[in-house]
């Protein structure tokens, strides 16, 4: 999944999420923090198993793609598998 591709999937994720699916975007939030996770929540356990796990999916795919833009900001001359090599390690480094 490229990075805009990511960015749209995290952009439509939040859209619906807060929402709604036909809702317009942006839409004035006049909720309370504690609402807004009331509703989350709620959502979630309206959804199935293989909604929520394309959920976490997307998630992973635009933290990966984000943390790919900033590997290449610091290091410009990396490569592709250089690239992918240092968000392993970032990876791995998570998990400790």
Not at 19 to 38: F, Y
Request: aromatic residues 6%.
């Amino acid at each position: 999944m490229g990075v805009r591709q990511a960015v749209f999937s995290g952009w439509r994720l939040t859209k619906m999420l807060y929402c709604g699916l036909n809702a317009t975007w942006p839409k004035k939030m006049t909720t309370t923090p504690e609402e807004a996770l009331r509703r989350q929540i709620e959502r979630y356990r309206s959804m199935t198993g293989e909604q929520r796990l394309q959920i976490a999916l997307d998630l992973h795919a635009l933290s990966c793609a984000v943390a790919c833009e900033g590997i290449r900001q610091q290091f410009p001359q990396a490569d592709a598998v250089e690239v992918e090599r240092r968000l392993r390690q970032r990876l791995e480094a998570a998990r400790r």
